[in-house]
């Protein structure tokens, strides 16, 4: 594992750490998802969690918000233990893990945001109920809240998770490939909305496929296999030689321009 | 018209009749509330297993002198957190721990019986149903039950829909969704006791599953889900009595035949996923989602 320099101008308010995991091992009934995995994220900043797919992403993300317990090592959130600081993250699960057949409006799921923080036998006062409809209104979704969540679209569908996300009220975001499979016109939304919540001092982790997206807008980048491959600038980490490593050559990256061309290449 | 009115007023001047279209009413409720619970999460096949185990305890209550009631919902319960208990800590798969649950425990029931000399008619009841054969002290328990489940479900609405819709987030949450899920099997546990004189054991299930899968088809929110279920379990109930009331035919089967049919009108007419609507998209989502991205941004 290699810790590369960061950018310089990473806008840190407030100074101090909201992710720290440390020597995490973790995975699934003896089949190891994450061996020694060790980084800190400060506060207000971007991190982009990149590699392949089994790489231990999803894993990683669980682990942080304590939905998944690691074999060894620990996780602090803004200092504290994982379950004391559960009210302090917001998750968006892949797209994929949620059951969109389900019976639920857009405003249910995004209310479902506050339930966290109401305990038993509480129902969601006014002052929920505001919430509620600024992250609808700030994820553009005013005109949708009352459809059944299967009819959206998967841009929509993202948009959904996202503002159930801000409506836990967060310092820190743990994304699950939020930009997967979304035309550009709505990725740039994404980002325009993911840099707004830094500027708030939100710190976001974002576990994403697209490289560029990672160099042009993100602070830090994790490129992950299991074990951590490396983290720091995007730019020093996105070399041929740790993408190989943590691809296992099955690309071949093309920087062109401030963007990245991957070739795929069988292993055969 | 006053024809009519005879036809269809002479079966509830009995008060047998008015018995059972009481006990269906609130067995539809019940059904509903838990139904829309087992049809969202996959859980037909468990419902089924809990009221053919709830056979033991009616068995055993029955050798006993004690209430058939009770021994059946201790039967179910007990069923239920075996089931989860065993899935949980084998490799077996959930439907192979309640495949072999739930047949010991009907066993079970039959090997109880069959030392008794004197069982037939008021314990095969139980296995058929016999809605018409309700007595006051029958409705008081299904009524009591009724009432425990619908206000539990109430309580804890919220970590209910939660769980049932995305069990993983409710666990981040901090909702306990170990305690909802036992808590939920234990309801549709008690859940089908309540149905098990109306319809009997072997069509329990279809009173869990049918209704609330009929609401599914018309509704897009849980809560009306139960409603609307509520609503097509007593109108098969109340045209199900009627059937077997004029054609002379068993009361359960009539009830669950129309619950039958009435999804499948449903199915015909679904605004959403109607055979009727298949050409009607609801909208060009694309154009949409681009329209909505498009729109400026407000600065705040």
Redesign the interface.
Known sequence: MRLLPTKQQAPIAGNGTAIKVENVWAGYSGRTALEGVDFEVPKASMVGLVGPNGSGKSTLIKVILGMHHPWRGRVLLLGQEVRAARRLVGYTPQIEMVDWQFPVTVRDVVTMGRYGRLGLLRWPTAADREVVERCLDRLQLMDLAKRQIGELSGGQQRRVLIARALAQEPEVLLLDEPMAGLDATIQHELLSLFEELRAEGKTLLVATHDLSCVTCCFDRALLLNRRMIAYGDPEKVFTQELLNEAFKSHLIILPVEGTFHMVHHGHE | MSEAWTWLSEPFQYTFMQRALLSLAMVSAVSAVIG?FVV?KGLAFIGDALAHASFAGVAMAFVLGSSIYLGAVIAAVATALAIGFVSRRTRLSLDTAIGIIFVGAFALGIVIISRQSNYTVDLFSFVFGNVLGVGWHDLLIIGVMAAAIIAVVG??Y??L??Y???P????????PVQVVHYGLLTLIAVAAVVALKAVGIVLVVAMLVTPAATA?LL????H??MVVGALVGLASSVIGLYVSYYASVASGASIVLVATCLFGLAWLVSP?RGLLMLRHP?TS??A???A????P??PA
């Open positions: 829309v969202q309580a804890f919220k970590e829909l939660f049932a819709y995305d993983d987030m409710a666990a981040a949450s901090g909702v599914a509704v897009r929110r849980l009306h889900m959403r609801e989502f694309e949409e989602d681009l909505v991205a498009a729109r941004r407000d």
